[in-house]
């Protein structure tokens, strides 16, 4: 074994992954075979360029590689490759999108995409009035959609009209804690009527689509992109599937517009995981991942949770804190501190700052590769309505002085309460139950 300390930090972090429960909607566990292409020789090689159209001697086995991953990715999806064409090079999901609408899109162009706190993205021309804040709005004009205020879901008649009036070079779809199922044809139908691109961003329910357990976008999307780390199980990466006549344009944004030497050991690795995806036991994976978070979903909603949209078609829940005039940061450290690690969210509508929103994000994908079902589901939403209850006198103040006072001691509080770590030891005992995948 090498010794370095990074490996006794590699250690440590391996031991809370098999302690804590992970349930962050947008994490999950490689398997092995994924880890050992990832960690393998691969990563020595400079590769510029595309298969059998290289920059650098020597890249026989990286052709190999790059290829096979994907032809996978087409199989993965069920796709025909007359019609579609595969980049497997993007570092992650953010440099993809942003390769996509350097493809398709002139600086100025209009983009539309759904808004961050109802649940988009950072990388679908976020903006804070007229401030940038991601990179895309700084090149391009952005405006976003909603969910409707009273049912938290699209309202498609709505979306519509806001882009016959906007008229968007660029319509994208996906997000980050939308939890229900979004409607690809409509929206395709949408851009069409307006002369525009469909962009589906799948980042988040990729494996889900894969497994069959969430709709294809790629009947009706002019481009998909998706990470490769979230439910796709894979290495941190991603992937842009673009309509033929598109995949040149999208393939020179890539390289040589955004990106130098594709990470071949990561594209490996995608590989891999797309094997997997095939599989039947992933698809069954696909259907459990869905059918936990329903169950988490419809406990937390029995125990008197607001669930956002009333439940969930995906792998993720969203709850609304705010009928309990609780903060998600609160109740989120709680839950960390008794080893359930979700994340705080904005909810549609959310006055609060994204810092301290009034949401808990929570997701079923990293908890089903362990191997936990139903009535799993059933004991940690019993737990985390405990954590809740325990919390629920904390309320956050008003004023920014306030709040910074407030958390300090409520961090402080949290590490010495004796009821948490009792809960923490309860959690470890059962988490250390399921085996961890990967090396
Ligand atoms: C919908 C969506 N698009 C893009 C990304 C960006 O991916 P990455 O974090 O790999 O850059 C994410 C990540 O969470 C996402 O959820």
């Known amino acids: 074994m090498v010794m370095d300390k990074i490996f006794e930090i590699i250690k440590k972090e391996k031991k809370r992954q098999r302690e804590e429960l992970a349930m962050i909607p947008s994490e999950n566990f490689a398997s092995e075979a994924v880890m050992r292409a990832v960690g393998s020789s691969l990563m020595n090689k400079y590769a510029e360029g595309y298969p059998r159209k290289r920059y650098y001697q020597g890249n026989v086995n990286m052709d190999l590689v790059e290829s096979l991953a994907q032809e996978r990715i087409l199989k993965v999806f069920g796709l025909n490759e ?100 979004i409607n690809h044809k409509k929206l395709a139908g949408i851009a069409k009527k307006v002369g525009a691109y469909y962009l589906a961003d799948i980042a988040h329910e990729a494996g889900l689509v894969a497994g069959g357990a969430n709709p294809s976008p790629f009947p009706y999307a002019d481009v998909v992109t998706f990470t490769t780390h979230k439910t796709f199980r894979g290495p941190r990466g991603a992937v842009i599937v673009a309509r033929r006549d598109l995949i040149d344009k999208i393939n020179f944004s890539v390289f040589p517009g955004l990106q130098g030497g594709p990470h071949l050991h990561t ?59 609780l903060s998600g940061w609160t109740v989120a450290w709680a839950l960390d501190k008794a080893g359930i690690i979700a994340n705080r969210n904005t909810v549609p509508y959310d ?89």
Do not use: C
């Open 82 to 181: 007359a019609r579609w064409g595969v980049n497997v090079q993007p570092y992650s999901g953010s440099p993809a999108n942003l390769a996509v609408y350097n493809a398709l899109l002139a600086p100025g162009d209009k983009m539309m995409g759904m808004y961050l706190p109802d649940g988009g993205h950072l990388t679908h021309g976020w903006r804070l009035d007229s401030r940038p804040i991601s990179i895309t709005s700084k090149f391009y004009r952005s405006e976003f959609y909603h969910v409707d205020r009273k049912t938290r879901v699209f309202n498609y008649a709505a979306i519509a009209k806001q882009a016959k009036k906007y008229r968007p070079k660029i319509i994208i779809s996906g997000g980050t804690a939308y939890p229900r199922n």
């Open 267 to 325: 594209i490996a690795g995608i590989a891999v995981a797309a094997g997997e995806l095939t599989t039947a036991s992933f698809r069954r994976y696909a259907r459990q991942v869905v059918k936990n978070a329903q169950t988490l979903a419809a406990e937390l909603k029995k125990g008197g949770l607001d669930i956002v949209s009333g439940g969930t078609d995906k792998h993720l829940v969203l709850v609304d804190l705010r009928n309990l005039k």
């Open 351 to 439: 006055t609060a700052s994204p810092y301290y929103p009034s949401g808990l994000r929570l997701g079923t994908p990293a908890l089903t590769s362990r191997g936990m079902k139903v009535p799993e589901m059933k004991k940690i939403a019993v737990w985390i309505l405990a954590v809740i209850d325990h919390v629920k006198k904390e309320k956050m103040p008003e004023g920014k002085k306030a709040v910074n006072r407030f958390a300090k001691k409520f961090r402080q509080a949290v590490d010495r309460d004796p009821w948490l770590k009792k809960l923490n030891r309860e959690v470890t005992a059962f988490a250390k139950k399921y085996p961890l995948p990967g090396i």
